[in-house]
């Protein structure tokens, strides 16, 4: 089984710079792709920053997504944050298991990690 664990959430002061973890456990897995998506309060989940499995980083504006390979984990790393950067942060991993030789996608998300900017 694949489990998916975002961490790293806070709270914390605009133009500040927050880095959260996105740390993937199981078994017999290929990644293929790793998306973050943030939930404002009461709005819709949005993408915000994603990278394929194979890749080093990526950087989309303040969002730089980049792996740690020592922890299984992919970060996204938030620069000068806002206070429109508050919300819940969501990581969507997308990837192949290995059962018994037979390659089985799967598209998984983690529970969240709150992130709260104040002025």
């Known amino acids: 089984q694949v489990q998916v664990v975002e961490s790293g959430g806070g709270s914390v002061q605009a133009g500040g710079s927050l880095r959260l973890s996105c740390t993937v456990s199981g078994s017999s897995f290929s990644i293929d792709h790793v998306d973050w998506y943030r939930q404002p309060p009461e709005k819709q989940r949005e993408l915000v920053a994603g990278m394929p499995g194979s890749g080093v980083s990526s950087v989309t504006g303040r969002f730089t997504v980049s792996r740690d390979n020592a922890k299984s984990a992919v970060i996204l790393e938030i620069d000068n944050l806002a206070p429109e950067d508050t919300g819940t942060y969501y990581c969507?991993?997308?990837?192949?298991?290995?059962?018994?030789?037979?390659?089985?996608?799967?598209?998984?998300w983690g529970q969240g990690t709150q992130v709260t900017v104040s002025s």
């Open positions: 969507n991993v997308r990837g192949l298991r290995n059962i018994r030789g037979s390659l089985y996608p799967f598209d998984l």
